[in-house]
């Protein structure tokens, strides 16, 4: 335990501070998910922290987790990452074994600290995993659909392309949707997200077609499937998604396409929204104005901050999110395999009860 | 094949006595060339045989290894697979086998586990390491230890935070074997290959006794004074709907389904059902609806969307189910299924697990059989065979949203169920050998 104690000074030095150390952890490696982020800084916090009996972990993990969870504006992605850990760490203990209540609770902590890279390896394999899966869903002479940045979904068509991913490279066609909001609100002039895979799919020789979003209804005929990412997947089978997600999949389903999800299992978060409006976010995507609130607005220059200390953060228009259903959901590719959206619910249930 | 149920056809019979008198070689040699040929067609017949020709591969395997013997069936189940790819129960039987054999060689290796714990606690000072000679000895105790924990079935969302793997802490271990299969490999206690035997064999009662088992179901489903609309003379339909007909009255509409079906059915309702299916005995001496007093109604398949309004009821006969709730089944069962959705009329498919695949359908063309275009267009109308290109497509593929309800031997599962039952019945790793 020489690495706690040398920690244990550190922390007293500077107070442990886990959502600089989540936003950190997501900048410095552009591959990481938010749920292993979100992993990745609880056992950060660990290694910071002194507990050493179960309850004490447990309350400072709660905290931390509620702490981490109303700072950042979009929390169903981290949360996902937050309560998988905080149930590994219930059924561990619970469990008979070396780990279990008869076992010493250091021999748990020791694994969840020297384990972390392992952590961070495993879920970027699982990528690799959901792309063999996927793999068969891409047919010679098909032509997919797609949109958002999802790393998931570019693991996927490049391994499709690629000579080395299975006995000949697949032909195929690329629809890429572009989003106009999506443009990172910090740089605006930056190139729109997606474009990294559009570039480094053309690059394997598969030709790409870019649209707006105002023309997948137009497009969709052309298509034979739409493939999506995911921010996190919710108890009944639907997803939480880039902006513009829903309507394609509305689209897909109205015309008759298949409409595919490909994500980790480690997005699967216990979350049941009834409708785009009840995810646990705030974004002001619909904003009604009169001229009178126009002309206030810029009298005030900048826009009213006086939102309380309780108050979600709101999420900014460029990264607003929506929610798909399930029903208009085929099937979601996973590295637990091919589930259909009812599916998981189950796999959630296991980890919970 | 209508005409050819002599005994000495090549079929399910001659097959068994074949497997009876031959070495397994020669059944497996004999079994490739039946599927090759579609000699061998119902889904329960290449069920059965599959579990019979494994029976016998285990049985002749003089080893109760079970890393051997899994390698050998998966041997066997690739080369039948390959001869029939469309015959997905040969795959799920096969896939069932493995299953069988990973099981008993997990319980094999829990008991000994169970065994050297005892052990080890009478002498602490021991390490385990010694009643073990293929497991190197240089290990540290605590990752033997973990590498010998029966752990209970992790689930996937927490394989990512779980222990390591005992391959990545022991780089000693050779990395072709699995803990797993260094485990099962040696000497074991218990007679692994009886068992399995055993196993088979339940699986073979299975598939004699699952029409009745899915029969049970009847009387839940079936109401009096309801219209039915079933296709094809699935065995299965037909018990269905005989044993609601010893309690109940009600109409059956039994479409024909030209050309691949159609005397089979004109039999069934008629009640001069040869013995179609080879392998049924007792069966073949039932009575047929018509003598239970029901009404049975012959319609031509192109008259189904026109009797749809009046039904309550469909239920269907399938060839095999894919994992994502679809199903293959006889030509024509599209149509009347969709037409069922355009009425709002249930659809109920009647299937024994066994025709339950995993596999994923990812490119529904290449599943659709075409058979004998003969049928639809007899050679002696020779000026038109020349002239126009004639297709008989033998199977259609349902999508999972046009069935309400599967009755299968356990129990009434929802399309979106159907994965559930996939992950039961079949090992994760076997689902793509």
Not at chain 2, 303 to 332: D, E
């Amino acid at each position: 335990m020489a690495t706690t104690t040398s920690g244990t000074t550190a922390a007293d030095a500077e107070p442990f501070d886990i959502v600089a150390t989540y936003n950190e952890l997501l900048r410095s490696d552009p591959d990481l998910t938010m749920p292993i982020a979100a992993i990745e800084a609880l056992v950060l916090l660990l290694t910071q922290s002194v507990s050493s009996t179960i309850s004490e972990t447990m309350d400072l993990l709660e905290k931390s987790t509620a702490h981490l969870k109303k700072s950042i504006p979009n929390p169903i992605g981290l949360s996902a990452g937050t309560d998988l850990f905080q149930r590994y760490l219930i059924t561990t203990l619970q469990r008979p074994g070396l780990l279990g209540p008869a076992g010493d609770f250091k021999a748990i902590r020791t694994h969840l600290l020297t384990n972390g890279r392992l952590f961070i390896r495993r879920a970027k394999e699982s990528r690799h995993k959901i792309a063999d899966f996927g793999r068969g869903f891409i047919r010679d002479g098909s032509t997919i659909l797609t949109n958002g940045g999802s790393r998931v979904v570019a693991a996927l068509l490049q391994k499709a392309a690629d000579e080395e991913g299975g006995p000949s490279a697949v032909r195929f066609r690329v629809i890429y949707v572009l989003s106009s909001t999506a443009q990172d609100c910090d740089h605006p002039n930056e190139e729109p997200e997606g474009m990294e895979t559009v570039r480094a799919l053309r690059e394997k020789g598969v030709p790409v077609s870019t649209i707006p979003e105002s023309a997948v209804a137009y497009s969709l005929g052309k298509a034979d499937m739409v493939i999506v990412g995911a921010e996190g997947v919710v108890e009944n089978g639907g997803i939480v998604s880039r902006m513009g997600t829903y309507q394609i999949g509305i689209l897909a389903k109205a015309i008759g396409k298949p409409f595919y999800v490909v994500a980790e299992s480690h997005k699967f978060v216990r979350l049941y929204p009834l409708g785009q409006y009840d995810l646990p976010i705030k974004q002001r995507v619909i904003e009604f104005k009169s001229a009178e609130d126009i002309a206030e607005e810029s009298k005030q220059d900048s826009p009213a901050t006086s939102s309380s200390g309780d108050d979600q953060i709101e999420l900014p228009l460029c990264h607003s999110v929506d929610f798909t259903p399930p029903h208009l959901i085929s099937a979601l590719i996973t590295d637990s395999g091919v589930l259909t959206p009812s599916a998981v619910s189950e796999e959630l249930i296991k980890i919970w009860f | 094949m209508p005409s050819t149920s002599l005994a000495l056809t090549p079929g399910l019979g001659s097959f068994l006595q074949c497997l009876k008198t031959n070495p397994i070689d020669t059944s497996i040699e004999t079994l490739i060339s039946l599927l090759k040929r579609r000699q061998i067609r119902h889904s329960r017949s290449c069920a059965t045989a599959t579990a019979c020709l494994l029976r016998g591969v285990i049985t002749s395997c003089r080893t109760n290894d079970s890393a051997k013997l899994i390698e050998r069936v998966q041997n066997v189940g690739r080369r039948l697979m390959a001869a029939q790819p469309r015959e997905m129960v040969v795959g799920n039987i096969v896939r069932r086998v493995l299953g069988l054999i990973r099981d008993e060689a997990e319980d094999d290796r829990e008991a000994e586990f169970s065994l050297s714990e005892v052990g080890s606690e009478s002498q602490p000072q021991t390490p385990r390491a010694y009643d073990d000679p293929s497991l190197p000895l240089d290990r540290d105790s605590p990752s033997l230890r973990d590498d010998r924990t029966p752990r209970p079935p992790l689930t996937s969302m927490f394989s990512l935070l779980s222990q390591p793997e005992p391959e990545n802490s022991l780089p000693s271990t050779p990395g072709s074997q699995s803990p797993g299969g260094r485990l099962f490999s040696h000497g074991s206690t218990k007679d692994v290959r009886s068992e399995v035997i055993e196993g088979i064999k339940e699986i073979i009662d299975e598939l004699g006794q699952v029409d009745d088992q899915i029969a049970a179901y009847a009387l839940d489903h079936i109401h009096s004074n309801e219209i039915i609309l079933t296709h094809t003379s699935s065995t299965t339909v037909q018990k269905f709907l005989l044993k609601a007909a010893a309690k109940r009255k009600f109409t059956v509409i039994h479409a024909e389904s030209f050309p691949n079906n159609h005397d089979a059915v004109h039999a069934t309702v008629s009640g001069a059902a040869k013995n179609e299916d080879e392998n049924l005995g007792v069966e073949a001496f039932q009575k047929p609806l018509i003598e239970h007093g029901i009404t049975v109604i012959l319609i031509p398949d192109s008259a189904v969307f026109a009797m749809m309004s009046r039904v309550n009821k469909v239920i269907l006969g399938t060839h095999s189910v894919l994992a994502n709730g679809g199903l293959v089944a006889a030509a024509g069962t599209r149509i009347i299924a969709r037409a069922a959705k355009v009425h709002q009329t249930p659809v109920v498919v009647v299937s024994g697990v066994y025709k339950l695949s995993p596999v994923y359908p990812f490119d529904f063309d290449s599943l659709i059989e075409y058979g004998d275009p003969s049928k639809v267009l007899a050679y002696e109308d020779g000026d038109l065979v020349d002239q126009i290109d004639v297709q008989n497509p033998i199977y259609d593929y349902v999508p999972a949203e046009l069935v309400d309800l599967y009755i299968t031997n356990l129990g009434g599962h929802a399309p979106s169920y159907l994965y559930r039952i996939v992950s039961d019945h079949y090992r994760k790793e076997d689902i793509s050998f």
